[in-house]
């Protein structure tokens, strides 16, 4: 099935370093939304973005819609342990359609 | 507030076998999203329901059905179950405008 690229796949850090995902698209994009999975768990909703361009936080968590509508980022400010897990981006393309599309996750690990 | 909720958590099926799984809405949504998520994999849209109708359908054989009650809630229906289908189903509510989704936990299947 149709999946957006999602970088980098799978990541190791340290406690308290700060940590950059993407997700890139070859389609233009009207929303993105990025979530959190843990083993077994269903996508909990971390941040929801609506407008190129558009910068959102939560806590320590912030999310940028690229300007060509074709990429988001998500970055993590000063890791801890219980930000282990996957994290997912998806996209809603433009008009007419309701479905999101989801990347292929970055699994995101944290060394104490 | 309940968030979504999905019956069962867990089950097990022999290959053939039909399988009804079962999702709840979050409050103040009417809008019923159903994904199939193989390990590994970003969740995969399977169709959407809205006003009891499915308004959009994704790449997915016509064995894969659903429905949807006046209450919003809704059931996804697998017949003729192939090993291939053992996944995470994940079911995801909405406002009308689905901009965003709010996943369940799931209901883990597994076809032997």
């Known amino acids: 099935g149709q999946q957006l690229n999602q970088s980098p796949q799978s990541m190791f850090i340290q406690e308290g370093e700060d940590v950059s995902m993407n997700c890139t698209s070859s389609?233009?994009?009207?929303?993105w939304l990025w979530y959190k999975q843990d083993p077994g768990e269903g996508p909990v909703l971390l941040i929801a973005?609506?407008?190129?361009?558009e910068l959102t936080s939560n806590g320590r968590l912030t999310a940028q819609f690229g300007i060509t509508r074709k990429d988001s980022f998500l970055n993590i400010s000063a890791s801890i342990p219980s930000d282990v897990g996957i994290y997912f981006c998806?996209?809603?393309?433009?008009?007419?359609?309701?479905?999101?599309?989801f990347g292929t996750g970055t699994r995101l690990k944290v060394l104490a | 507030d309940a968030g979504v909720t999905q019956s069962p958590t867990h089950l097990i099926k022999t290959r053939g076998q039909q399988v009804t799984l079962r999702c709840s809405p979050k409050s103040g949504h009417d809008t019923v999203s159903w994904y199939q998520q193989a390990l590994g994999q970003g969740p995969q849209f399977i169709f959407q329901y809205y006003e009891e109708e499915e308004r959009q359908r994704g790449n997915f054989p016509d064995r894969f059905s659903g429905h949807q009650f006046p209450n919003y809630s809704s059931e996804l229906n697998v017949n003729a179950l192939l090993l291939g289908d053992s996944a995470l189903y994940l079911c995801?509510?909405?406002?009308?405008?689905?901009?965003?989704?709010?996943f369940g936990p799931g209901t883990r299947l597994l076809v032997l």
């Open positions: 389609s233009i994009f009207n929303t």
């Open positions: 998806a996209g809603q393309a433009t008009s007419g359609t309701y479905k999101y599309i």
């Open positions: 973005l609506y407008k190129a361009g």
């Open positions: 995801a509510s909405s406002t009308p405008g689905g901009e965003t989704q709010y």
